[in-house]
Nanobody
């Protein structure tokens, strides 16, 4: 089992920045592929970013590319999502997810989920 705990959400004005953190426990973090998803009211959960366990290769949704940066600190069992130039359309609950073996952009392929953290961007 893996437990994931997100933090760092909040209210920010458009153009501002936030950094989300996701602390993992229960399994060797360094072998987990980590990802961030988000879900806005009335919408499906969507892929935001992922980072591979093997070489820290990162992937991003087109909507956040160039604004968001994912990173991981295996010594702290934590993955981060640095979000810059935030837009009102980034408003959503952000979820951290984990899976072994390979990374994916499909939420149903992830085995472990955090409880989510709210990000609200005002215009």
């Amino acid at each position: 089992q893996v437990q994931l705990l997100e933090s760092g959400g909040g209210l920010v004005q458009a153009g501002g920045s936030l950094r989300l953190s996701c602390a993992a426990s229960g399994r060797t973090f360094s072998t987990l592929n980590m990802a961030w998803f988000r879900q806005a009211p009335g919408k499906e959960r969507e892929f935001v970013s992922a980072i591979w366990w093997s070489d820290a290769t990162a992937a991003y949704a087109d909507s956040v590319k160039g604004r968001f940066t994912i990173s991981r600190d295996n010594a702290k069992n934590t993955v981060y999502l640095q979000m810059n130039s935030l837009k009102p359309e980034d408003t959503a609950v952000y979820y951290c997810a984990a899976r072994p073996n390979y990374s994916s952009r499909r939420p149903y392929e992830y085995d472990y989920w955090g409880q989510g953290t709210q990000v609200t961007v005002s215009s």
